[in-house]
């Protein structure tokens, strides 16, 4: 690996931490049961579309180890956060929602995802927030044209 396309030190923080708060998200539910009932309840559909989101958010954390463009990773970072804020919203009576009860053991785990979703919306944001513009990326601006008054008019039709 040449020295342009290593991974610089500022964020190899980032990425770790968004990486582990995925596994994390994706592996909660497994540590923490949500529910043991033999019916699946209203928590158990939460749970499933937790875990598509945790899949996501795994393959998004992932593509930071790989993007070195900061607008990329601006754009990543915005998406880590956005996807924490899904994480939260599923959890929600308007959305899917969890049991009823309080004491239920869903919502025991749904605490842990709201940590991990909160961690994880304070990373995005952070990576979108803080990427700094490399000497080395630049973005080239190539004008369309040059200005409107040096534009010539095309001639009138049937003139040739």
Avoid: Y
Avoid at 106 to 131: E, K
Wanted: charged share 15%; hydrophobic share 50%; net charge positive.
């Amino acid at each position: 690996m040449s020295k342009s396309q290593r991974i610089p030190a500022r964020n190899w923080l980032a990425n770790g931490l968004a990486s582990g708060l995925a596994l994390a998200l994706l592996l909660s539910p497994r540590f923490f049961p949500p529910c043991a009932g033999i019916m699946p309840m209203r928590c158990h559909w939460t749970f499933e579309v937790e875990w598509l989101l945790a899949l996501s958010v795994l393959v998004i954390a992932g593509s930071l180890w790989i993007v070195r463009r900061t607008d990329a990773r601006r754009v990543i970072g915005a998406v880590l956060g956005w996807f924490g804020l899904l994480v939260v919203a599923v959890t929600q009576p308007w959305v899917v929602g969890l049991c009823g009860h309080p004491e239920m053991a869903c919502h025991h785990t749904a605490h842990w995802l709201w940590l991990w979703a909160g961690c994880l919306v304070a990373v995005g944001v952070t990576i979108a927030a803080r990427v700094r513009t490399d000497k080395t990326d630049k973005n080239v601006v190539v004008p369309i044209h040059d200005s409107w008054e040096s534009s010539k008019t095309p001639p009138p039709l049937g003139a040739a």
